[in-house]
C-alpha cells in the first residue's frame, strides 16, 4: 500500500513540474540545446530571471532537469525522465 501512495505523490510531483507552457518548452529547449545555465533560459523564455528560476526548480524537484554546478555557475539539463516525457509529448498528435 505504501508503495501505492509513493506512486501517487511521485505523479503529482511530475505533473506539476510539467504544468506549465514554460516549463514544457524548457524542456524542449534542453533536448535541442543542452547545458543551459539560468539566464540563457530566462533569455530563451522571454522572462525574468525569478520567474525561471521557479519553473526549473519545479522540473528539477520532478526529477526532469538536473543541475551540475560550475564554480558560480549552474548547468541545466535533461534527466531521463525528462527524455522519457519528450518521447511522450512527441507521441501526442493534435
Not at 525561471?52 to 532537469?65: P, T
Amino acid at each position: 500500500m505504501i508503495e501505492y501512495e509513493q506512486k501517487i505523490k511521485y505523479l503529482e510531483l511530475l505533473t506539476r513540474g510539467l504544468a506549465h507552457h514554460h516549463r514544457i518548452r524548457t524542456l524542449l529547449r534542453l533536448d535541442s540545446i543542452t547545458d543551459q545555465t539560468l539566464e540563457e533560459i530566462a533569455e530563451y523564455l522571454n522572462t525574468d530571471y525569478k520567474n525561471a528560476s521557479q519553473h526549473v526548480q519545479k522540473m528539477h524537484r520532478a526529477g526532469l532537469v538536473s543541475k551540475k554546478y560550475q564554480g558560480h555557475t549552474i548547468i541545466h539539463s535533461l534527466t531521463n525522465k525528462g527524455r522519457e516525457f519528450l518521447l511522450f509529448y512527441n507521441s501526442i498528435e493534435l
